[in-house]
Every structure is written in C-alpha cells, then in structure tokens.
C-alpha cells in the first residue's frame, strides 16, 4: 500500500496547526488510521515517530521567531511547551545550543514546505560543513565594546553594516589596538556576548587577540578585556571571496547552527564564548586578494556520547 499522498498531507497538516497541541491520536485520525497503524507507517516512513517530528517541526518554527527577536518564553508558550526550562531543553536537544543564541548568531529563514519523500535523508544524512577540532591555548582580548539590541542586528555578520548607520570609524580604532600591542601577533576578534534574554541587548567587542603577556599592561582605561579561557572549539574557515565577506560569514554562521551542530555529536559549551578570527587573510594578503575569516565555536560532546566514551574507555581497561 502506498502512504505517500497521506503523509505528504498530514505533513501539511501539522505545519498549518503547529501551534496547536498536536497529538498522535489526532493526527492518526487525520490520516484515517488506527494510532498504533499510523506511528508505524509514519516512523518506518519519516525516519520518527510521529511525536517527535511534532516536536521537531514546532521547534524550528520556534528557531525562526526566535532569531526575529521575540523571547524564549512567549516562543516557548505558543508552540505549547508548558516552561521556559522545558522548551530551553527539548532546543538544546534538538540543535545543540541554546536558544538565546538566535538573537545574535541566526538569520532562519521560515520554515519551508516539507517533503515526505526527503525527509528521511533530513534525519539520516551526514554533515556538509566540516570543521577543525581541537583545543585553543587561553589569551586575552582588549578592545571596544558597544551594546546593541536586537533585531537592528541579529548576527555577528551584520556588525559592520550596523556601525555604518552610526558613524562609527572603527579604522583608527584597530590601528590604536596594534600600536597599544605590539608583541602579539597579527590577530583581531570580534564577538557577540552578555546576551538579555528579556530585553534582547548583546555586547558586540571588535578587539585584538593577546598572546603575549607582556602586552596586558599596555590594555587603555577606554578598552574592554574578554578572557577566551580556551578548550575543545570547532573552527570554520568560510569560503574566501572576492568582495565583501559579510554574507558570506552570515551564511557560515547558519550553516554551524542550523546543520552541522545538530547532526554533530557536540553540542555548544554556552560557558564559553564563541568569536571570529580575522588574520592577515582577512586583508587579502592571501588566495589571490580573496578574503577569509575563522569562526570558532566552542563545543563539549553531547551528554548520550560522552557516555558512550567513558564505556569504549572502560571496555578498554
């Protein structure tokens, strides 16, 4: 027997009530089978149960308004999760970071019409976007910090485009920076951090990586210090470009988030800070006059495969 109009119209259905309490009884009704038929089919066909791609949808339905600016807790409230703590877990779950960081490093899209007959390859498929991993020495970044609101800017990429609005001239401010550090070695950061959930304001810090001890004594009463206290990162080089890179790192920080982080065994280690990395390819000194960046994102595996470790480890022993 062929299911696929059935599903593709129950797919449907879900999205068009997907702010609805949804469950399997209803939905098995909607498709004209018994519940225990229908999450069979829907499971051997979709690649999950029929709850958990409820859960799913509603949950990238939730990413979009999120990263539009509206707050966990009303997003948690219309998609039917009964707390702030309860959706907070079931989005870690699902994309491996938490949901304020949609203010400042995601630009979703909304949700698109899905297919039934690519869905399973949504659940199954492997990862585009390969990473770097491994552990960062701690340093030091001083520089200038402004605090902004969400949606004016909503990701890391919209910065320079967001401090031509007000004028700002951060040229001399980076000559400042290498003048007032010279030990250290070519590198410039910048980061999203301190996110209010509640109000949606970020600091935004354009700074200047320090590596070299000597220089902490020359950090400027004007000047903010981060301390990157390192540990396990997974580093992105995004595609080097001719022009302006700023969609480009956009579109880098939506791939990390959207796909490869969910699909990974890592989930992000929100106890850390998360930067872009800006050497001398960022200049075009390389790649023909292309420029490139480095995204680093700090991860720490997901509980279910640091379990599964320590039981190789101990099978080992």
Same mark, same amino acid.
């Given at each position: 027997m062929q299911y696929g109009q059935t599903l593709q119209a129950v797919l449907a259905y879900i999205d068009a009530n997907i702010t609805e =309490?949804?469950?399997?009884?209803?939905?098995?009704?909607?498709?004209?089978?018994?519940?225990?038929?229908?999450?069979?089919?829907?499971?051997?066909?979709?690649?999950?149960?029929?709850m958990s791609y409820v859960t799913w949808r509603k949950l990238q339905f939730a990413l979009h308004d999120l990263s539009r600016?509206?707050?966990?807790?009303?997003?948690?409230? =219309?998609?039917?999760?009964?707390t702030h703590a309860g959706f907070t877990k079931a989005f870690v779950r699902q994309y491996g970071f938490p949901p304020s960081l949609c203010y400042t490093r995601i630009n979703a899209e909304p949700p698109a019409p899905v297919s039934a007959d690519i869905l399973k390859i949504q659940f199954t498929g492997g990862n585009t976007?390969?990473?770097h991993i491994m552990e960062v020495t701690p340093f030091?970044?001083?520089?200038?910090?402004?605090?902004?609101?969400?949606p004016h800017m909503r990701t890391t990429g919209d910065a320079p485009?967001?401090?031509?609005?007000?004028?700002? !001239?951060?040229?001399?401010?980076?000559?400042?920076?290498?003048?007032?550090?010279?030990?250290?070695?070519?590198?410039?950061?910048?980061?999203?951090? !301190?996110?209010?959930?509640?109000?949606?304001?970020?600091?935004y810090m354009l700074g200047r990586g320090i590596d070299n001890p000597a220089d902490l004594a020359n950090i400027q009463p004007d000047m903010t210090r981060v301390d990157i206290t390192g540990g396990l990162y997974a580093?992105?080089?995004?595609?080097?470009?001719? !022009?302006?890179y700023i969609q480009t790192v956009q579109d880098a920080w939506n791939e990390i988030f959207l796909r490869w982080l969910p699909q990974s065994e890592f989930e992000y280690d929100a106890a850390r800070h998360d930067f872009e990395y800006h050497d001398k390819r960022d200049h075009g000194e390389y790649f023909g006059g292309k420029?490139?960046? !480095?995204?680093?994102?700090?991860i720490k595996q997901r509980q279910a495969e640091a379990q599964k470790a320590r039981l190789r480890e101990g099978r080992k022993g």
């Open positions: =309490e949804l469950s399997m009884a209803l939905i098995a009704e909607k498709a004209g089978y018994s519940a225990y038929h229908f999450g069979r089919v829907f499971t051997e066909s979709i690649g999950v149960s029929p600016g509206r707050k966990v807790i009303d997003v948690a409230s =219309e998609y039917g999760f009964e976007l390969q990473p030091a970044v001083a520089g200038y910090s402004n605090r902004h609101q969400a485009t967001f401090w031509n609005t007000l004028n700002l !001239d951060y040229g001399p401010l980076l000559s400042k920076l290498y003048d007032t550090f010279p030990l250290s070695k070519h590198c410039e950061i910048s980061m999203c951090y !301190d996110v209010d959930e509640a109000s949606g304001e970020f600091s580093i992105f080089s995004t595609p080097p470009v001719a !022009d302006s420029l490139q960046i !480095d995204i680093y994102v700090p």
